[in-house]
């Protein structure tokens, strides 16, 4: 059974940084991207951040690049978000999502599996 599990989240600051991890169990972990979506009260799920089956090749949503680091650990079965100098409107939940092709797709109909996510609230 597959399973991916967040963790990390919390409440901060407007400036402050985060660092989310997502460990995963039952599948080939190496052979699948990694991605991370948000969801924010109201909103549709949006992505974020995908890294490739290789963590050669890193993808970031506009509203995240330069703040926003993805980086994944194949022999620990986990992956990595890096926040920093978050904003009020990076408040979300957070999942993180497994991609079979590999290629870091930014749609999410291309992951097959879901975490359960994690609460992202940033004060101002």
């Known amino acids: 059974q597959v399973q991916l599990a967040e963790s990390g989240g919390g409440l901060v600051q407007a400036g402050g940084s985060l660092r989310l991890s997502c460990a995963a169990s039952g599948l080939t972990f190496s052979s699948y991207a990694l991605g991370w979506f948000r969801q924010a009260p109201g909103k549709e799920r949006e992505f974020v951040a995908a890294i490739t089956w290789s963590g050669h090749n890193t993808y970031y949503a506009g509203s995240v690049r330069g703040r926003f680091t993805i980086s994944r650990d194949n022999a620990k079965n986990t992956v990595y978000l890096q926040m920093n100098s978050l904003k009020p409107e990076d408040t979300a939940v957070y999942y993180c999502?497994?991609?079979?092709?590999?290629?870091?797709?930014?749609?999410?109909?291309?992951?097959?599996?879901w975490g359960q996510g994690t609460q992202v609230t940033v004060s101002s």
């Open positions: 999502a497994a991609e079979p092709l590999g290629v870091g797709a930014r749609e999410s109909s291309n992951y097959d599996y």
